[in-house]
């Protein structure tokens, strides 16, 4: 499948900071770029998404942006809040694939 | 709207005994299907998917089944579970290609 690499594992940010979180891939025929947000004992929950026709999309404070190009997309969430903490995934799929691959994650931790 | 219902929550078995976890969609038809298995601090394997009654791909040869007897219910199953079964395991659905996978909350598996 897809290799989805996503930097970095952990991240700490001090409330009202930024958080930027980057996942390259590996497939120039990927086309969907979703992100998942994680709380403990929670599943994933969709938070934003982009699709390969956009280089960027915003909704609030968070933002996703997408170089086809480099292959590489981020996640930004600007103005951090201490429910921001959570663990981020980044996943990718191509047309006609049934399939999400995963990005291993990352802990995303906002201090007060 | 859609909603995606697994349970139980959390279960709690002995080495060797067999294992049923059950997943409903309610508010569509004919979703895709997913079961995945995160380990405590890792990321998301797939371990099954299904696009329609019956239909199974398994994506990790293991100790685990999986089946589809209706059109929004996914079971996953084993004989005789072993200690590396443990772990959170998510179900999801998406409506098709390329479209955002929405996971239920799991259920916590532990095996003594």
């Known amino acids: 499948g897809e290799n989805v690499e996503q930097h970095p594992s952990t991240l700490s940010v001090q409330e009202g900071d930024s958080a930027v979180i980057k996942c390259t891939y590996s497939?120039?025929?990927?086309?969907?770029f979703p992100w998942y947000k994680q709380e403990l004992g929670k599943g994933p929950q969709l938070i934003i998404d982009?699709?390969?026709?956009?280089g960027e999309k915003k909704d609030q404070r968070i933002a996703v942006t997408l170089n086809k190009t480099a292959k590489h997309f981020s996640l930004h969430i600007t103005e951090t809040q201490p429910e921001d903490s959570a663990v981020y995934f980044c996943a990718v799929t191509a047309v006609n694939d049934y399939k999400l691959s995963f990005g291993a994650g990352t802990t995303v931790t906002v201090r007060a | 709207s859609q909603t995606i219902h697994q349970w139980p929550a959390t279960l709690v078995q002995p080495v060797g005994s067999p294992l049923s976890l059950e997943c409903t969609v309610e508010?569509?038809?004919?979703?895709?299907l997913y079961w995945y298995r995160q380990a405590a601090g890792r990321g998301l394997q797939l371990l099954f998917y299904s696009v329609g009654i019956g239909q199974i791909s398994s994506e990790v040869p293991q100790n685990l089944s999986a089946s589809r007897p209706q059109d929004r219910q996914f079971i996953l199953s084993s004989k005789k579970l072993l200690l590396s079964d443990s772990g959170f395991y998510l179900c999801?659905?998406?409506?098709?290609?390329?479209?955002?996978?929405?996971f239920g909350d799991g259920t916590r598996l532990s095996i003594l």
């Open positions: 497939d120039s025929a990927s086309n969907y």
């Open positions: 982009i699709r390969s026709n956009v």
């Open positions: 999801a659905w998406t409506p098709g290609f390329n479209q955002p996978q929405h």
């Open positions: 508010g569509t038809s004919n979703p895709n």
